[in-house]
């Protein structure tokens, strides 16, 4: 025999997809599918401060119902399983869009890649070591043109001494 404490707990946790997330309120708010004809309407969904997400269509997680009611639905997790990057390795941390474009810190290594444009935009950038622009196998010492050194040389005595280009 089973009692109503033990039917709640037992409905209280589902897996669901995204059908749509609303980011436009304080909290978001999701619309998820659950078991067979099943469906979830403006469930919230919590983040951590800082970090911000909207999952797309067909992403997944896990849904919690408070004493197994769907009037206290609460979304957990969602991520989608084609755009999860793979294979990252203990440790790491990636940071991903389902366009394709990543950060990524993996051991002592901070990598972004862009689909299109990278874009920084502050009053300073500071680079401070060995810039390698249009790859990491450039070699030549990079000047600006027409760069007069003290000596009344052009270009190729006032090199930037750690700017190299291919």
């Given at each position: 025999m089973t009692d109503e404490h033990d039917t709640a707990i037992k409905g209280?946790?589902?897996r669901v997809s995204?059908?749509?997330i609303d980011d436009a309120g304080t909290q978001q708010r999701a619309t998820l599918n659950g078991l067979?004809?099943?469906q979830f309407k403006n469930v919230v969904r919590s983040q951590h401060f800082g970090l911000s997400t909207?999952?797309?269509a067909g992403g997944e997680g896990v849904i919690l119902m408070q004493g197994g009611r769907s009037d206290r639905a609460h979304v957990l997790g969602?991520?989608?399983p084609q755009?999860?990057?793979k294979n990252t390795e203990q440790g790491g941390t990636v940071l991903y869009d389902a366009n394709g474009q990543a950060i990524s810190l993996i051991k002592k290594n901070l990598r972004i890649v862009?689909?299109?444009t990278i874009t920084l935009t502050a009053p300073k950038i500071v680079l401070d070591g060995m810039v390698?622009?249009?790859?990491?196998d450039a070699s030549l010492p990079a000047s600006m043109k027409g760069t007069i050194d003290t000596a009344g040389d052009a270009d190729i005595s006032n090199l930037a001494q750690k700017v190299f280009v291919k």
């Open positions: 209280s946790l589902r995204v059908v749509s067979s004809g099943e909207v999952p797309p969602l991520e989608h755009y999860r990057p862009g689909t299109d390698y622009l249009g790859g990491a």
